[in-house]
């Protein structure tokens, strides 16, 4: 592992913009067969979270430990809200596309310097958990419309904020999350406070690359999508997942029993190793590296 550091943006594409990062190397010397690249975004409402956080550091250290070479992104937050508490501001910087912008800065930092760091540029991975999940999700959509930029070959998405309103849930998630306490609930109205407190404007929610839920995707690459049982925001990443597919993207959803909404963020629960298992197992099958449709 090295300390965090600025990553300039190197082409054409995305704005040019610092971003503070931390890149995880395997740990042999030389990245072993089979191993990516991987971007990955911590989650926490788009206004909360750091490298530090479980979410970002220990993840990251596992998928480090199983042989890929992991850049955990420092994205910028939006200021003057509360996640904790529910509580957004009226008046904050660093809206979207702030965050949007400073992931594709980082894919596409990864992909220029893959041989220096030791692994096949076309086999990097974008991901993300939670607020950083709807955030890869933007940019892989963003990517797969512009020809200039180097398209992520995988996404992996953990519990995402896909829709800018959260899809009603299903009998299944309405059990699970019935017996919660409320600062464990993500009711529509707090989702969509989140939401609005991420863009700003209203008018921006329809934003596909902002929420991509619900919108045009095709030509996504190959998705895993690991729900937290008990979350209402289940809802929308079963949704997303059935979005995907009926795009035509091989798309595997599916959640992670006994769990509640950020089980990422809590390594000492076997919960987590058992989602980092099942993330690392899809990775490892190639299958999904040659799944993707010729959309030209």
């Known amino acids: 592992m090295v300390p965090a550091t600025g990553l300039t943006e190197v082409d054409a594409g995305p704005p040019r913009v610092d971003v503070p990062a931390r890149l995880y190397r395997p740990g042999g010397a030389d990245a072993r067969a089979g191993s990516r690249g991987i971007v990955w975004v ?18 990251a250290r596992r998928l480090a430990d199983a042989g890929h070479t992991v850049l955990s992104v420092d994205y910028r937050l939006v200021t003057g809200g509360d996640i904790e508490r529910r509580q957004f501001a009226d008046e904050a910087q660093h809206r979207f596309p702030a965050a949007h912008d400073d992931v594709r800065a980082a894919l596409s930092w990864m992909g220029a310097h893959a041989v ?85 404007d209203a008018d921006v929610l329809t934003n596909a690359y902002a929420f991509p839920g619900g919108q ?29 597919s009926a795009a035509g993207v091989d798309a ?32 490892a099958d190639s299958e999904h590296d040659t799944s993707r449709k010729d959309l030209s």
């Open 42 to 59: 911590h989650g926490g409402g788009f206004v909360w979270g750091d490298l530090d956080m479980p979410e970002a550091d220990w993840v």
């Open 116 to 200: 220096r760091l030791g692994f096949d540029a076309d086999r990097i991975v974008l991901g993300g958990a939670s607020a950083g999940g709807n955030i890869a999700a933007g940019v892989a959509l963003r990517t797969s419309r512009d020809p200039r930029a180097k398209e992520p070959q995988r996404l992996v998405l953990a519990y995402p904020v896909a829709h800018a309103a959260l899809p009603s849930l299903d009998p299944a998630t309405a059990q699970a999350v019935a017996g919660l306490p409320e600062n464990a609930r993500f009711r529509p109205d707090t989702v969509a406070a989140m939401n609005l407190n991420y863009v700003g």
């Open 216 to 244: 045009d995707l095709t030509g996504m690459p190959p998705t895993l999508i690991v729900n937290s049982e008990a979350d209402d925001l289940r809802a929308t990443g079963e949704a997303f997942g059935r979005e995907l």
């Open 252 to 283: 595997t959803t599916l959640y992670e029993p006994g769990t509640t909404h950020g089980h990422l963020n809590r390594p000492e629960e076997p919960h987590a190793e058992r989602s980092l298992t099942t993330i690392l197992d899809w990775l």
